[in-house]
């Protein structure tokens, strides 16, 4: 299975053909690229451009701003993104911005950012616009009926201004000095081939994501290819598959809020990234493998994120929708947001998407 590219210039031009690929793109692999996904390249220079300026600071000058309520710096190790296997937080740092609007913030931002708010703002718009007309496209391709407001249901609890976990994130992998040798990296998360593991497995927690790279991969999906029958016994292996830079395009996923809110239709697929070293570059097994994928271990990364979610006190209920009512509920999601009822087993909760955010940053920041 690979990650397929969709020309989102077709969302103008038909909006059901387009809607239709990313609801397939959703059910399958849950990841997908977007071209012509309309946030002006000028602007997304800048903020690696400000991204860069931010993470060369002193970390004096970082640690200032240390985040409280999943907003500000996490420094390197702070973050355990797959806290059930890793014994160390992610070998990354990073800076998570709250709402931006109308030059107003959230939280108290370093001088820098302050500085070039205007940058921050319109760039975290961009990417909720975005996000806004991909939701859209899930309302058009599961048919919500006109009665639950048609394509405007996933925005109608999706608003901008609202109280929600909206979280525009900006990422650094350093560059880890000696690796090859090994020394003094006993810290460093390996996984099994002894691959370097930057940021834990992990599904993300919000609706929607998009990612932006810059030079350097590393993303890796896990893909289950079970070509979306629901089948529980399909006897595939999971295997992880590179998700490479491609020019012009911005990669999406969906959240665990989205999965868990379409019952299973939409899957929340775990992704990691790794840094391999030349040695080992030679399993990398994917069908892309020809894009900057290679020895990256010896430069620094930068990545942005911005996580779309649901306004706080959104219930996870299923979606108005008769392909969700007809589709029969996979109950292994269950597991990762479900409660227990008495007799200790998981059943579908009563969660909000703010209940179900709590719940993840507490166990990805425990012991940072
Ligand atoms: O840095 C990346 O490419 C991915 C980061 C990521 O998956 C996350 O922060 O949720
Ligand atoms: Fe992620």
Redesign the pocket.
Known sequence: MSIPIIDFSLFEENSIICSEQIKEASKTIGFFYLKNHGIKQELIDEMFEKSESYFNLSQEEKLKHNMKENNGYSAIYQEKLDPQNQINGDFKEVFNFGKIHNGKTSQELPQLFKDNLIILESFSKACHSLCMKILQSFAIALKIPQSSRGKYWFEDRHRYEAQSGNTL?I?HYPIIINNENNNNNDDINKGEEGEIIR?GS?S?YGSL?I?F?KDIG??EILSNNNNNNNNNNNNSTPQWISAPIIPNCVLINIGDLLEFWSKGLFKSTI?R?VFRTSKDASFLNNNNNNHHHHNNHNHDRY?I?YFCHAEDDVSLNPIPSKIIDEFEEDIRIWNKIGEEDKYGKKTRTKMTAGDHLKYKLEVSYKNG
């Open positions: 994130r990422l940021a992990h993300d994501t990612l790279q590393g993303l992704h990234v990545s994120a």
